[in-house]
């Protein structure tokens, strides 16, 4: 068997393996396993095949590693309204404590509301945004 077919199996398994994580960076390797593949069509010797994968993968490995940590994180699952009906309803905040907490009666029950943070507190309607353990992360309306 080829060199290259070798290589081109591998390729494979690399995305037939990311294809069922869902591990990002398995893909990348398997570029670095295609320009082992390219290298050995190429005509060059084994070292220069691994040399080649290797650093085609390690570039694409570090640079989908850069990508997504510049990308701003996701959402917190507890702000999202799919995870928790809370979110986006409104709430009547009467006035804040010196703690930046207010006691607000919500659904029948007594809570503890949090402003978001970098919101000056005020009183008035004011929005769910999340649930943050028991107290609920509320912006004005």
Sequence with gaps: ?????????VT???VAAELATG??????LAIGAAAGALAAHAGLALSGQVVAGA????VAVVAAY???????GDPSA???R?????VGETVQIDGWGPDGTAHIRYRGAQWTALHRPG???????HRVVELVGSRLLVEPL
């Design 82 to 86: 799919s995870v928790n009906l809370d």
């Design 12 to 14: 494979g398994l690399l």
């Design 66 to 72: 850069l990508a997504r940590r510049r990308r701003p």
């Design 55 to 58: 650093i085609v993968g390690g």
């Design 119 to 125: 919101v000056a507190p005020r009183p008035g309607p």
């Design 1 to 9: 068997m080829a060199e290259s077919t070798v290589w081109w199996i």
């Design 78 to 80: 507890r702000a999202e």
């Design 23 to 28: 591990t990002f960076y398995l893909l990348m």
